[in-house]
């Protein structure tokens, strides 16, 4: 990673890591005498239609907003990529049924599909993740397999295959370690996503618990205050942007090859 794409991570994680320790009211807590109020010492980002403080309901919205990251990441990067390495490298029989379960969850965009089972189960943080981290799965095992599949028919591989090394230890120890990262480039991408895709779905509103402060429906509830009180709409939206730019920081391919 070059010297300023560290600087540029090391700079956003830590501006939210400050951004969700400071201190701010319960985002609950409703002051009808004091409805969108300016950025003060009292309010750092103002309060909303409802007397809310910004600041607080912020903050709420970015912790679920990471842990549909942390839960829908984790699925699809951990399951994708294990099911695209086995897919590629056994082949076979084991290879075709993968792809195709791989080809059903490309069939349908994991956007549409979070729509439909949120809209019947509710929409939350985990289920969110759970149903963004399956959609992006597909994508990690076409991916994986086809690269899992060249580098199996390399020399080096050949080579220790004939030492007698384990199928195990070739994955683990090899494999793995050469897909890391066009994996990780992947693992940016559908981060960024997720995060798009979540807003998306709290600002539809469908199956969504409306008191929760999730970015999507800050920007709902906030979009009759643009010119009003364009801070409003501005806070949800930059926070989208700067997550999703984060991701493509930390994870890029071509920074993790400069290494």
């Known amino acids: 990673m070059s010297?300023?794409?560290?600087?540029?991570?090391a700079v956003l994680l830590l501006a939210i890591g400050l951004f969700l320790v400071i201190p701010s009211p319960d985002y609950f807590q409703t002051d009808m005498t004091n409805v969108l109020a300016p950025v003060s010492t009292d309010h750092w980002l103002g309060t909303d239609h409802l007397g809310r403080d910004v600041l607080a309901l912020m903050q709420a919205g970015t912790i679920r907003t990471l842990i549909v990251v942390v839960v829908g990441g984790s699925l699809s990067l951990v399951l994708g990529s294990t099911l695209g390495i086995l897919a590629g490298y056994y082949g076979g029989a084991l290879k075709k049924v993968i792809l195709l379960v791989a080809q059903s969850l490309l069939i349908l965009p994991s956007f549409i599909m979070a729509l439909i089972i949120t809209a019947l189960i509710g929409l939350s943080p985990i289920s969110a993740g759970l149903v963004l981290g399956i959609g992006a799965m597909g994508n990690y095992i076409f991916q994986?397999?086809?690269?899992?599949?060249?580098?199996?028919?390399s020399e080096f591989i050949l080579s220790l295959r004939k030492l007698g090394l384990s199928d195990f230890r070739l994955i683990k120890n090899h494999l793995g370690k050469n897909l890391?990262?066009?994996i990780l480039t992947n693992l940016a991408n559908r981060l960024s996503g997720m995060?798009?895709?979540?807003?998306?779905?709290?600002?539809?509103?469908?199956?969504t618990d409306l008191v929760q402060p999730d970015w999507g429906t800050l920007l709902y509830d906030y979009r009759l205050y643009v010119f009003e009180?364009?801070?409003?709409?501005l806070a949800p939206t930059l926070a989208i942007f700067i997550l999703a730019?984060?991701?493509q920081a930390l994870f890029d391919r071509q920074a993790l090859l400069e290494r």
């Open 3 to 9: 010297l300023k794409q560290k600087i540029v991570s």
């Open 180 to 182: 890391q990262p066009y």
């Open 245 to 247: 730019v984060l991701f």
């Open 229 to 233: 009180r364009p801070l409003l709409v």
């Open 144 to 153: 994986v397999a086809a690269l899992s599949e060249e580098l199996k028919a």
């Open 195 to 207: 995060v798009l895709s979540y807003a998306g779905l709290a600002f539809i509103g469908l199956g």
